[in-house]
């Protein structure tokens, strides 16, 4: 198939390693590889230290689907496929997916999420959010008039990247609900959980809950552990997950060694990763209330729900792309704009993972009092 060019990516491609200052990164800085080890059980240290370089099984190893499985209440260990998120996302849609179908998506989202169903010949149906001064709502009376006969796939994504936005637990169960009443299959991305604000319920993995639901989580948000580049889909759709497992085949066939044994040290210790990086979002978004509230006048901000992100509104004379063409180029603070996300030309996305976010905030503010003058 012949694919669009993923355009958020591509613009991370031009500055994420050559720019000094990253704003709008979605995960947390990542953990050096000793501070996992250290985590590790005598068990798990002897597995790294005997660790040999061949190929592993297809759908995860033992020990780690047993560490996966651990944080879900229903799931078994042959309910779970392990791969890289983008790649369990590009296998799903083309296994559950034929031309024709209409697939329901969240937008502004994460490009994958739709751009490979929409590339398969179907189409995709918008669900779009309200926003009123920087706060974001997706509602589930807006999701329920985009339903049709047609309607094979539900993506949504909890909490949402890029807005922040993560729905009450009744909202969610009734998301579920006419899900179940209309027999669709849900895509959940939830790349961001546990990602939790204190004053937000942590949601359930949404395949606990319904048993036509794919579940998406991995190690690169919660844990700040990108690098490795483990992910797993887990579902009671058996036949499915047998589906995507063979057509891994065609792509890496199976994850790296080092990588899975990294995982399940993470996974049997989460909070040990969990905790520093939530704390420094949740310190994040208040150095980021309080730079708005100095910028009101060119800044809409509330803040996320949960996640690490944002998406806020830019009061600009010029484009979100202009804008952030020339934050980069005469800051080197790197900005993705809401043209990226396919959703205009007025919004960009903040990201609070990063510990260097105050230092950050304080080149901005100079070059807002020029740019303002």
């Not at 953990?31 to 250290?38: H, K």
């Not at 009450?168 to 169960?173: D, G, K, N, Q």
Request: proline content about 5%.
């Amino acid at each position: 198939m012949k694919i669009k060019d993923f355009a958020v990516e591509r613009y991370f491609a031009r500055y994420e390693f050559t720019t000094q200052y990253l704003l709008s990164s979605s995960d947390c800085d990542g953990y050096a590889m000793q501070d996992v080890l250290d985590l590790a059980s005598d068990k798990e240290q002897n597995s790294w230290n005997e660790l040999t370089l061949g190929y592993t099984e297809t759908i995860g190893s033992d020990p780690l689907r047993a560490a996966i499985q651990t944080h879900y209440q229903t799931i078994q260990m042959d309910e779970i496929v392990v791969a890289s998120p983008g790649e369990a996302n590009f296998i799903l849609m083309n296994v559950l997916l034929e031309k024709g179908d209409e697939v329901v998506c969240m937008l502004p989202s994460y490009q994958s999420l739709y751009q490979v169903a929409k590339d398969l010949g179907c189409a995709i149906v918008p669900w779009k959010p309200s926003e009123e001064a920087g706060k974001w709502d997706f509602n589930i009376t807006d999701l329920k008039k985009l339903i049709s006969d047609k309607t094979k796939l539900i993506v949504v994504n909890f909490p949402h990247n890029p807005t922040g936005y993560s729905p009450t637990l009744s909202e969610y169960r009734e998301l579920i609900e006419l899900a179940s009443h209309h027999n669709i299959t849900v895509f959940s991305d939830e790349m961001y959980r546990f990602l939790t604000r204190p004053d937000a319920p942590d949601l359930p993995a949404m395949c606990d809950l319904y048993d036509n639901c794919v579940s998406l989580w991995g190690t690169s948000k919660t844990f700040g552990l990108a690098g490795l580049r483990i992910g797993w889909i887990t579902s009671k759709n058996k036949e499915l997950l047998k589906k995507v497992e063979k057509f891994k085949d065609y792509l890496s066939i199976c994850n790296s060694a080092p990588s899975e044994i990294l995982a399940t040290i993470a996974l049997n210790n989460m909070d040990s990763l969990l905790q520093p990086n939530l704390t420094k979002i949740i310190d994040n978004c208040a150095h980021f209330a309080a730079f708005h509230q100095r910028h009101e006048q060119l800044i809409s901000f509330h803040p996320p729900v949960s996640g690490s992100t944002a998406f806020v509104r830019l009061n600009m004379p010029e484009t979100a792309l202009h804008f952030a063409e020339k934050l980069v180029k005469d800051t080197g603070i790197m900005l993705l704009p809401g043209e990226l996300f396919e959703y205009g030309q007025a919004h960009t996305r903040i990201g609070f993972g990063r510990k260097n976010m105050p230092e950050i905030l304080e080149i901005f503010e100079e070059f807002l009092f020029q740019y303002n003058s």
